[in-house]
């Protein structure tokens, strides 16, 4: 069992930066991969960005490609979205999600994680 907590939204001008943290507690944290969706009004959940245990692999959205960076550290159960550049399009729900390692083929797809958070409110303002 996984149980996730992110932190670090709010309301940021066009061109600002937020670093969104992901908090993970239970047993086999390092037994997965973290991921990062978001949901905007009226949208479905759209995959971010996702990172494997050993911090060497990384994936990304076009869309935030060379803006996002994710980051992990298992010793402090946490991972990181940095954001940059935010253009308001990013405005939505941030979710931070777990996916098993047997699962990895589909990383990008949100229906195959299997922990996830409650949610994060990121607000961009033009």
């Known amino acids: 069992q996984v149980q996730l907590v992110e932190s670090g939204g709010g309301l940021v001008q066009a061109g600002g930066s937020l670093r969104l943290s992901c908090a993970a507690s239970?047993?086999?944290?390092?037994?997965?991969?973290m991921g990062w969706f978001r949901q905007a009004p009226g949208k479905e959940r759209e995959f971010v960005a996702a990172?494997?245990?050993?911090?060497?692999?990384?994936y990304y959205a076009d869309s935030v490609k060379g803006r996002f960076t994710i980051s992990r550290d298992n010793a402090k159960n946490t991972v990181y979205l940095q954001m940059n550049s935010l253009k308001p399009e990013d405005t939505a729900v941030y979710y931070c999600?777990?996916?098993?390692?047997?699962?990895?083929?589909?990383?990008?797809?949100?229906?195959?994680?299997?922990?996830w958070g409650q949610g994060t409110q990121v607000s961009v303002s033009s």
């Open positions: 999600a777990a996916i098993a390692r047997t699962k990895l083929n589909s990383i990008r797809v949100a229906r195959e994680y299997d922990y």
């Open positions: 239970g047993r086999s944290f390092s037994s997965y991969a």
């Open positions: 990172i494997f245990w050993t911090d060497v692999h990384t």
